[in-house]
């Protein structure tokens, strides 16, 4: 059973064109949930991390937000360079120190 | 500068042939863990370390070992490696004592023939 599932696997935006990429998760007693960003052929980049529903995080046109059952990555009014695949990220249940990634969504902003 | 590097980048070796892909982190960070990444099954965690000594499995160690003698450094041993074991690898570390707020490293792209 996966403890993470994004959604879509892709999205095309035309430039400017607000949309939002869904993480949904299943662990209980969540500890932290990540947003990464990861450019092709390389390392992902971490983004924000969020502890507990109805928290917010805001970075240039990016905005991430908890409830209990999901998170929503908002991009607002993207541009080309926000092109990637974004990841979101859990650790496993209490005391465990693994994490699991979903399996990401590839954004494409066509200008 | 502060980064997490991986030598070496590119590496294709044979079946059986036993291989180590280092890792070094110059932060002092205290949490460090090794990924592989396939098309269609994302990013999945094969091994971590939550400091000197103490290492544990992720979702997918099977073969693969690692070792954590000093702090900086966390090597990836295949044994014998095999085809299935042909994937994109990222180190990555954290300051904390988890998995919060990782720093990856540019990757090694393995190839068992």
């Known amino acids: 059973e996966d403890q993470v599932t ?33 450019d092709p052929g390389k390392g992902p980049e ?21 409830t209990k059952k999901e998170s929503f990555l908002h991009i ?35 200008p | 500068e502060a980064q997490v590097t991986q030598n070496p980048r590119y590496l294709i070796t044979v079946t059986g042939k036993k291989l180590t892909v280092t890792c070094s982190q110059n932060m002092n960070h205290e949490y460090m863990s090794w990924y592989r990444q396939d098309p269609g099954l994302g990013l999945r965690q094969i091994y971590y370390s939550m400091n000197v000594e103490v290492t544990d499995k992720g979702d997918v160690p099977e073969g693969y070992k ?11 041993i295949l044994e014998s490696p095999s085809p299935n074991q042909t994937s994109l690898y990222f180190c990555a570390s954290s300051l904390m004592a988890g998995p919060w707020e990782q720093y990856f490293g540019p990757g090694t792209r393995l190839t068992v023939t």
């Open chain 2, 66 to 76: 690692v070792s954590r003698k000093e702090k900086r450094n966390f090597p990836l």
């Open chain 1, 46 to 66: 971490f983004l924000f991390t969020l502890y507990s529903a109805g928290e917010e995080k805001e970075k240039e046109r990016l905005k991430a937000t908890l």
């Open chain 1, 76 to 110: 607002t009014a993207p541009k080309p360079e926000d092109s990637a695949t974004y990841l979101c990220a859990v650790p496993l249940g209490a005391g465990s120190y693994q994490l699991t990634f979903g399996k990401g969504t590839k954004l494409s902003v066509i």
């Open chain 1, 6 to 38: 994004q959604s879509p696997e892709a999205l095309r935006l035309q430039e400017g064109e607000s949309s939002s990429l869904n993480c949904s998760y299943t662990v209980s007693g969540l500890r932290g949930l990540f947003w990464y960003r990861q």
